[in-house]
């Protein structure tokens, strides 16, 4: 498997301290990366990328990725595998949660995607983040679901590590 690039929007820390969990299930192929310190060239040197970010106001991307997205293109990913999570809270943002895994969807679609998660188990009211039962990737609530997060972590990367080539 080619070197993983993992890069990830914070404010709060929980998504940077998901992606390194995330980093170390997949061990030495995964490289680590804030957003906000990179450069496109960066991010498209890799042809297996995960990008997280965490959803803040109404469904909205973090700041860092409204940023960069501005240097991209959605032609940009074409011959990427792309994997996308998303870290929100479920309870006091039931009506967006996720959301940001949408908004880095609508940047990457024309990307292979890969790591879609059933919404099962979680505990939201509406998200774009679904095509149908599923979320297009991993869905963390450290809020309110916290105890399976390394559950959701470990089935995800599994799920994953096969579609990196």
Same mark, same amino acid.
């Given at each position: 498997?080619?070197?993983?690039?993992?890069? =990830?929007?914070?404010?709060?820390?929980?998504?940077?301290?998901?992606?390194?969990?995330?980093?170390?299930?997949?061990?030495?192929?995964?490289? +680590?990366?804030?957003?906000?310190? /990179?450069?496109?060239?960066?991010?498209?040197?890799?042809?297996? $990328?995960?990008?997280?970010?965490?959803?803040?106001?109404?469904?909205?991307?973090?700041?860092?990725?409204?940023?960069?997205?501005?240097?991209?293109?959605?032609?940009?990913?074409?011959?990427? +595998?792309?994997? $996308? /999570?998303?870290?929100?809270?479920?309870?006091? =943002?039931?009506?967006?949660? /996720?959301?940001?895994? =949408?908004?880095?969807?609508?940047?990457?679609?024309?990307?292979? /995607? +890969?790591?879609?998660?059933?919404?099962?188990?979680?505990?939201?009211?509406?998200?774009?983040? $679904?095509?149908?039962?599923?979320?297009?990737?991993?869905?963390?609530?450290?809020?309110?679901?916290?105890?399976?997060?390394?559950?959701?972590?470990?089935?995800?990367?599994?799920?994953?590590?096969?579609?990196?080539?």
């Amino acid at each position: 498997m080619k070197k993983v690039g993992i890069f =990830y929007g914070s404010e709060s820390g929980n998504t940077q301290e998901v992606c390194k969990v995330i980093a170390q299930e997949l061990g030495s192929d995964a490289e +680590v990366f804030d957003v906000a310190s /990179v450069d496109k060239e960066k991010i498209l040197s890799f042809d297996n $990328l995960i990008f997280a970010s965490a959803t803040y106001g109404s469904g909205d991307l973090q700041d860092d990725w409204e940023k960069m997205f501005k240097n991209l293109n959605e032609s940009d990913f074409s011959s990427k +595998v792309v994997a $996308l /999570v998303g870290v929100g809270d479920g309870d006091s =943002y039931g009506d967006t949660f /996720v959301e940001s895994i =949408y908004h880095l969807y609508q940047k990457v679609k024309s990307a292979k /995607v +890969v790591g879609r998660v059933s919404k099962e188990g979680y505990v939201f009211e509406e998200s774009q983040a $679904l095509d149908g039962d599923e979320f297009l990737g991993l869905a963390i609530d450290e809020e309110n679901q916290s105890e399976l997060t390394m559950e959701r972590i470990k089935a995800w990367v599994e799920q994953i590590r096969g579609e990196f080539f």
